[in-house]
């Protein structure tokens, strides 16, 4: 896999890019307005520069990195947020997976679904889902 790092830095509305990567002699250079358009944008000029691909490999197999240049601490507090963020997923697919437990648990005991709910703090359709599940 042809591996590419692309450094973004904001540059008035727009995101100045740099690619660096196998066989480019020296960076490429390109914009894109956001960053989630950065990577798209990358493969574009990649596939215009070696004629859609590198060595035989088709351009879906190039790995894009992008390095947004934000300074120490906003890329501290982003690092941070995402790890959170994380975090919180994992903890809501435990939330899920033990609401799904002690539902059915509650169910086999012959409560029905709206009792079920509020020992469980959801809703009764949220219930119904959940033995569903």
């Known amino acids: 896999m042809n591996e590419f790092r692309v450094t973004a830095q904001r540059s008035g509305g727009w995101w100045a890019l740099e690619i660096e990567g196998p066989g480019l002699r020296r960076p490429a250079h390109t914009q894109a307005r956001r960053l989630d358009q950065v990577e798209e944008t990358v493969r574009d000029l990649l596939a215009l520069r070696f004629d859609a691909d590198i060595d035989g490999r088709p351009a879906t197999t190039w790995q894009i990195t992008v390095v947004p240049v ?4 906003l890329v ?12 919180a997923d994992r903890l809501r697919d435990d939330a899920v997976s033990h609401s ?4 059915r648990r509650l169910h086999e005991q012959g409560l029905p679904h709206r009792d ?7 809703s009764h359709q949220a219930v119904s889902k959940l033995l569903a599940g």
């Open 70 to 73: 934000l300074g120490e601490e």
């Open 100 to 103: 799904r437990e002690a539902a």
């Open 116 to 122: 079920i709910g509020a020992l469980l703090g959801v």
């Open 76 to 87: 501290a507090e982003v690092a941070r947020t995402r790890e959170i963020r994380r975090e």
